[in-house]
């Protein structure tokens, strides 16, 4: 039996995809974002395993506030670390006729073997993808998370290829992510897309800090403050195209 880390879950989420949504963190995460609020998920050997029918059983338990658009999301920590997982307990939430979302910043997105024959089955069993672009620039993008990017434009890529539902989100820190230029770069890569539906700006917050010091650790944006309402509309304004 095939059994994922897990972090924790949610019971009632309502951001992470459409509707009402059974929420599955999974353990693990490569990418070191200075902002991240979720510095907890980390390591990979951490959280505790959980087989797929006992999430759904748990995930089920919701079903009746679902609705129609309602269903569960993968998060993280980074789920596609764990694809082997994912790909049992997807393959099981579809024999249950459910939705499901996976919520990813595709940093372990490869088109060699044996990611990509796995990476495809997944795409055949998730309905949607919320995809973070954390900068454009790939440079920016080493400095902020610790990685470059081109591997997950890649994945965005072959997702607009497939024809496969994404959402696409950008955390939105000043002075880090907020700069017009490179907001109007990521807009130019999101018109290349065929398959964006809705493309949403996170502003950045500094509640999961504490983590971070839980962990032993600086928090990397110590004092940088919330973006401004006009600095949140201009980005949603230049990546939703409307300017
Ligand atoms: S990808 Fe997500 S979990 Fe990983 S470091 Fe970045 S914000 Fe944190």
């Known amino acids: 039996m095939c059994e994922g880390r897990i972090h924790s879950t949610e019971s009632f989420g309502s951001v992470d995809g459409p509707g009402v949504r059974f929420l599955i963190f999974l353990q693990g995460c490569r990418l070191r974002c200075r902002y991240c609020h ?101 440079a920016a993008h080493k400095s902020l998370t610790g990685a470059f990017n081109g591997n997950i434009l890649d994945m965005l890529r072959y997702l607009s290829d497939i024809g496969k539902p994404v959402w696409i989100r950008h955390v939105l820190v000043p002075g880090v992510t907020d700069d017009d230029e490179a907001l109007r770069k990521t807009r130019e890569f999101i018109d290349t897309l065929k398959n964006v539906e809705k493309i949403e700006v996170l502003p950045y917050h500094s509640m999961g800090a504490y983590k971070w010091k839980e962990l032993g650790l600086s928090y990397a944006l110590e004092g940088t403050q919330p973006p401004a309402a006009d600095r949140i509309k201009n980005a949603n304004d230049i990546l939703n195209g409307l300017i």
């Open 38 to 138: 979720n510095a907890d998920t980390w390591l990979t050997d951490g959280g505790v395993l959980m087989s797929a029918d006992e999430l759904l059983d748990k995930a089920e338990r919701c079903r009746p506030y679902w609705g129609k658009t309602g269903g569960i999301t993968v998060s993280g920590g980074e789920p596609l670390l764990q694809i082997d997982f994912l790909l049992d307990l997807f393959r099981k939430a579809k024999r249950r006729g459910i939705n499901t979302c996976i919520d990813t910043a595709g940093q372990p997105f490869t088109r060699e073997e044996p990611f990509f024959s796995k990476f495809e089955e997944l795409c055949t069993l998730c309905d949607l993808f919320l995809v973070d672009i954390k900068h454009i620039d790939p």
